[in-house]
């Protein structure tokens, strides 16, 4: 049986946003910009009602009003990836962690460059918060919507934080 997976789009503070989902959940929400460009593929059908609750939660998080999201996921990816991008979605709210934390968080402490990867193939932007993991000297490293759109994500949050 076919799984018909919709997209709509959504035009961010931080660019525009590609998102993906069938019936699993949503699979996708990725810079239409950036390191890595994404465009809807031909099978996929443009469903924006589907997904305006999502957009209100965007609107809200991007106006500072929401720290979390509540959706259904469903990212792709290896076993490994999967437990990363879980792990992701434990850091609060404007918090940051290290590459060497997150790897510790998964299990091997050794796996610094593995979870960078795994970080890096994140499906699900902003919601699984890869925008959250720094260098272990506090630096801004890798993200696929451009280092000035995590500085932007990042100072969002922190500005939100002193906020409430």
């Known amino acids: 049986m ?5 997209f709509t ?7 525009e946003l590609l998102l993906s989902a069938d019936d699993g959940g949503l699979r996708t929400l990725e810079f239409a910009a950036g390191r890595h460009p994404v ?3 031909p099978e996929w ?7 305006e609750d999502l957009h209100q939660q965007l609107n809200e998080y991007f106006a500072g009003r929401r720290t979390g999201f509540d959706v259904r996921l469903a990212p792709e990816g290896s076993p490994f990836q999967l437990r990363a991008w879980e792990e992701l979605r434990q850091i609060p709210y404007g918090a940051t962690i290290s590459y060497g934390e997150l790897a510790r968080r998964v299990g091997n402490p050794a796996a610094s460059r593995a979870v960078g990867l795994a970080n890096g193939r994140n499906p699900i932007s902003i919601i699984i918060p890869c925008h959250r993991v720094i260098g272990a000297t506090g630096k801004l490293t890798g993200f696929g919507g451009g280092l000035e759109n995590k500085r932007r994500l990042l100072a969002l949050e922190q500005r939100q934080l002193t906020l409430l």
């Open 39 to 41: 465009a809807p593929r």
């Open 9 to 15: 789009s959504f035009d961010s503070p931080v660019g």
């Open 2 to 6: 076919r799984v018909l997976r919709k």
């Open 45 to 51: 059908t443009r469903a924006d009602a589907a997904f």
